[in-house]
């Protein structure tokens, strides 16, 4: 089992930053890559980014080149830096641990944008 507990969401303005937080424990072995998801009031949860144990990673083109996903495995921890936040991207985001056998996921944490 991998537990997932994610922090840093809350209310910005248009334009400002949140910087998002998951710490992972429990069998972080079994961890093949680590996500970033968003979903938003009546919409589909959609894939952020995608933090491979080799260091790649890949971006959604809506938030390239505003969102920056980073991992310390010192603290088993994932970040993601939001960045030029807009209106649209107010929603519940949540991590991943994708497992060789099993995904889990964290609680989510609220990211609300104001115009």
């Known amino acids: 089992q991998v537990q997932l507990v994610e922090s840093g969401g809350g209310l910005v303005q248009a334009g400002g930053s949140l910087r998002l937080s998951c710490a992972a424990s429990?069998?972080?072995?079994?961890?093949?890559?680590m996500a970033w998801y968003r979903q938003a009031p009546g919409k589909q949860r959609e894939f952020i980014a995608r933090?491979?144990?080799?260091?790649?990673?890949n971006y959604r083109d809506s938030v390239k080149g505003r969102f920056i996903a980073s991992r310390d495995n010192a603290k088993n921890t994932v970040y993601l830096q939001t960045n030029s936040l807009k209106p649209e991207d107010t929603a519940v985001y949540y991590c991943?641990?994708?497992?060789?056998?099993?995904?889990?996921w964290g609680q989510g944490t609220q990211v609300t944008v104001s115009s």
């Open positions: 991943a641990a994708l497992g060789k056998s099993q995904n889990y």
């Open positions: 429990g069998s972080i072995s079994s961890i093949n890559a």
């Open positions: 933090i491979g144990t080799d260091g790649s990673i």
